[in-house]
């Protein structure tokens, strides 16, 4: 089915039952269930986590490691031996109608072989996926004897609780809204000097999100234009007169941003309104429907799936299209994701950039004057910053990894090749870690993850634009009342 909805372009594509559902959840950010995490090791279904909120945290006994051996439904059905099960089909079992029970036979983790199994009768609950929503942090950023401080907003995907909302409950889950709520608990702590959000990895969702939250940040105005396949053009406006947010603003992107994430920050440049940073993004601008197939099931039991098709193309207020080209950052920051491999530019069957009318908007502001001065202070900090160091000097052994087309069949030299690449990494962490004056490593596998050095540059680029534009606005507003 999906070799032959990809004739058409990469993304019309066919989605199971299956894959329809995990596509609902990820976009409610909810399914029913007990609230765990599961992970197939060795032929057994291994709790890897316990979630927050759900029936298995409020019983206590399920633990991290332990195995899954039957899954029985209800509080007496018969249980169904799941050992070397695939994990989906076991994830199907465990899953169900908020309020009714599941049983599962359990062998502790930590204990030997022979040991005793119990089973646990646990109700499905309402879970929320807390760690995949929209999420903040202050981080103090000095300027000489000053320090300020600067929010930093997380936003993984564009998601929306589209049942919830259709079923008319007021309380919905959604990007736009819990955005808003971080911002309100920002404000609510004494505020920010400026306001990163981080938008990396972020592979899109809803466009009405997208356009809430642009509203968050520019008052009401045209966010994206629609042309679909017929030449008709559909400006899609945000609705709010005032925004949440009007201080200093950047937007952080990688390779991976894409969809969505391009219509927010294609926005948020053409407004002038923030200073993007990072790479250039993906380079998604089509659209595409959403065909629900069990309407032909003509009163057989549903499981058809959904087709998903293009059907138009997104374009910048400007008239731009993000199509193949994504979202050029003002200031560029080095990413370990390689635009030749990745990016709509590099897969088969991708449509063409092309243009239309500009539509009717007001900007913001411009950056381009400040450009240089963010340009020449990010540079000089970069150069003594040596967690940033580290990070592209890791960037650079992956790009030497990716031109090397051959690998040894030899076992004695692979060996080889593989230690002294682990030495490699050894010696730049203990560099890194000498410049702070912390202790050196003995071995590479002590290396644990380093700071997101990429994210603290964006902090301080941040700070600058803080104490820039201010000044930047008052030269704008004297010269345009001297024209």
């Not at 899954?71 to 079992?93: E, H, N, S, T």
């Not at 502001?365 to 970069?382: N, Y």
């Not at 030899?410 to 490699?424: P, S, T």
């Amino acid at each position: 089915m999906n070799a032959f909805a990809h004739v058409f372009d990469p993304h019309s594509s066919y989605f199971s039952p299956r894959n329809s559902e995990e596509y609902r959840i990820a976009m409610s950010l909810s399914y029913e269930g007990i609230g765990a995490s599961l992970q197939s090791i060795d032929d057994f279904v291994t709790i890897m986590e316990i979630l927050p909120g759900g029936s298995a945290q409020q019983n206590g006994e399920l633990k991290a490691n332990d195995r899954i051996l039957a899954v029985g439904q209800g509080k007496d059905g018969k249980m169904v031996d799941v050992v070397g099960w695939r994990l989906d089909d076991v994830v199907q079992l465990i899953r169900g109608p908020n309020g009714s029970f599941v049983r599962l036979q359990i062998q502790p983790g930590n204990a030997p072989p022979g040991t005793q199994e119990h089973v646990l009768t646990l109700p499905r609950t309402k879970i929320t996926l807390e760690a995949q929503a929209a999420k903040k942090e202050i981080r103090k950023v000095k300027r000489g004897d000053q320090e300020l401080k600067v929010g930093v907003i997380t936003v993984p995907s564009f998601y929306q609780d589209y049942n919830a909302r259709a079923a008319g409950d007021d309380e919905f889950r959604s990007t736009t809204r819990d955005v808003r709520k971080l911002l309100d608990e920002i404000k609510a702590e004494g505020g920010v000097d400026g306001l990163v959000l981080d938008l990396r990895e972020n592979g899109g969702g809803h466009l009405s999100e997208a356009i809430g939250l642009v509203n968050l940040f520019v008052p009401k105005g045209p966010v994206v234009q629609l042309r679909e396949t017929g030449g008709r053009v559909e400006v899609l406006e945000s609705e709010d007169k005032d925004a949440a947010y009007s201080g200093p603003l950047t937007i952080l992107v990688d390779r991976f941003s894409a969809s969505a994430s391009e219509i927010f920050a294609a926005a948020m440049q053409d407004y002038g309104r923030g200073l993007v940073i990072g790479q250039q993004t993906y380079g998604k601008g089509s659209v595409q429907n959403l065909y629900p197939l069990d309407r032909y099931a003509l009163g057989q039991d549903p499981g058809y799936g959904q087709l998903t098709v293009t059907i138009g193309m997104y374009y910048r207020v400007t008239g731009d299209s993000t199509q193949n080209r994504g979202v050029m950052p003002d200031l560029a920051l080095p990413s370990a994701i390689s635009t030749d491999e990745v990016g709509e530019s590099s897969r088969d069957g991708s449509l063409p950039w092309n243009r239309i009318r500009s539509s009717d908007f007001s900007r913001e502001g411009a950056f381009t004057p400040l450009l240089p001065e963010l340009q020449q202070e990010h540079d000089a900090r970069i150069a003594g910053d040596p967690n940033f160091q580290f990070a592209v000097s890791e960037i650079s052994a992956l790009e030497k990894m990716r031109t090397e087309k051959s690998v040894s069949l030899n076992l004695a030299r692979r060996k080889a090749e593989r230690e002294a690449r682990a030495q490699e990494q050894l010696a730049r962490e203990n560099a890194r870690r000498q410049t702070l004056g912390e202790p050196a490593l003995k071995a590479a596998t002590e290396i644990k993850d380093s700071p997101d050095a990429i994210l603290g540059e964006a902090a301080e680029i941040t700070a600058d634009l803080s104490r820039l534009e201010p000044k930047f606005v008052a030269r704008a507003s004297r010269a345009d009342k001297g024209g």
